[in-house]
């Protein structure tokens, strides 16, 4: 919704003073279809071109949420720790054997079922499950544990932000493509020279809408896009530095409620519940 009025109230501005000042905006809306599709088309060849499937697939999940609520709020984030506990807690008291039936099985496992909005979600528990079962075997102990974490949430990040390179590299050449089309349009102009000064004033001033729009297209969306899903990126990988940091608590003899208590710290302060807010929703679960 805000990328949309972003853009909107970018649009308004620009093209109402252009209106305001006398400008003619039918010279614009004339050339406007030519142009964005020389720039456009241009752009998106050299940007199937210049990546990998898997990079545009990439690109294609985190535009379509750049136009979606953040899923990452206040209450997953207590539903998170609130899962953590249960878990940890069940361990403490029964040992962890007791957790395995869980881990194995996250899609009949009542503790799960109890947090839908962390059970809907593959890759969160996936992540859980994978060093409940690494703690479970008593193989490795929390460095070791730690440093296999650490290596997931690198290559994970390496590929969240592939996309965002991606967009930031069709940025910084829209611009580039801009001056393509406007040269192209100096060209046709000088093949017309014969004609009146009006005509030529025209042609001219259709070849400049390349230059603007190359520019308008990369610092006024593409960038922005680019922007907002880095930020993206950053939000979810919260989420994993939280549930990693719960675990290793755990593993380094901490209790449920301090365990849970290390990954509530590693929260943005705005998604973040007060310890008395956690307490009450961990109670009421």
């Known amino acids: 919704m ?3 009025v972003g853009w909107l109230v970018a649009i308004g501005c620009i093209f109402g003073v252009f209106i305001v000042h006398g400008g003619n905006i039918g010279v614009i809306l004339k050339a406007l279809p030519f142009e964005m599709i020389t720039i456009f088309g241009a752009a998106i060849g050299a940007f199937i071109a210049g990546n990998l499937m898997k ?3 990439g690109v294609g999940r985190g535009l379509g949420a750049c136009f979606k609520g953040s899923k990452y709020t206040k209450e997953r984030f207590m539903d998170l720790l609130a899962l953590l ?3 940890l807690q069940k361990a403490r008291k029964e040992g962890l054997m007791a957790i395995e039936g869980d881990v194995e099985n996250p ?3 009542p503790l799960f ?3 839908p909005s962390i059970a809907s979600d593959h890759h969160t528990v996936e992540f859980i499950t994978d060093y409940l079962r690494l703690m479970v075997s008593g193989n490795l102990n929390a460095h070791e544990i730690e440093s296999i974490m650490d290596a997931e949430l690198e290559t994970h990040h390496a590929e969240e932000h592939a996309a965002v390179a991606a967009l930031q590299r069709l940025a910084g050449a829209l611009p580039a493509f801009g001056i393509v089309a406007a040269v192209l349009g100096v060209v046709n102009t000088m093949g017309s020279v014969g004609q009146p000064p009006a005509v030529l004033g025209g042609m001219i001033g259709s070849a400049l809408v ?3 729009l190359g520019i308008l297209l990369a610092y006024g969306f593409a960038e922005p896009l680019a922007s907002l899903l880095e930020q993206k990126v950053e939000e979810a990988s ?3 530095q939280c549930i990693k940091t719960t675990l290793l608590a755990s593993m380094q003899g901490y209790a449920p409620m301090t365990a849970v208590e290390f990954g509530r710290k590693v929260l943005f302060s705005t998604e973040r519940p007060t310890f008395s807010e956690l307490e009450q929703h961990v109670k009421k679960k």
Do not use: H, N, P, R
Request: charge should be neutral; charged fraction near 30%; aromatic fraction near 24%.
């Open 2 to 4: 805000f990328v949309i």
């Open 238 to 240: 919260k989420e994993f």
């Open 55 to 57: 990079v545009l697939k």
């Open 210 to 212: 390349g230059t603007f």
């Open 85 to 87: 506990y249960d878990i």
């Open 107 to 109: 899609d009949a496992s």
């Open 113 to 115: 079922q109890k947090y």
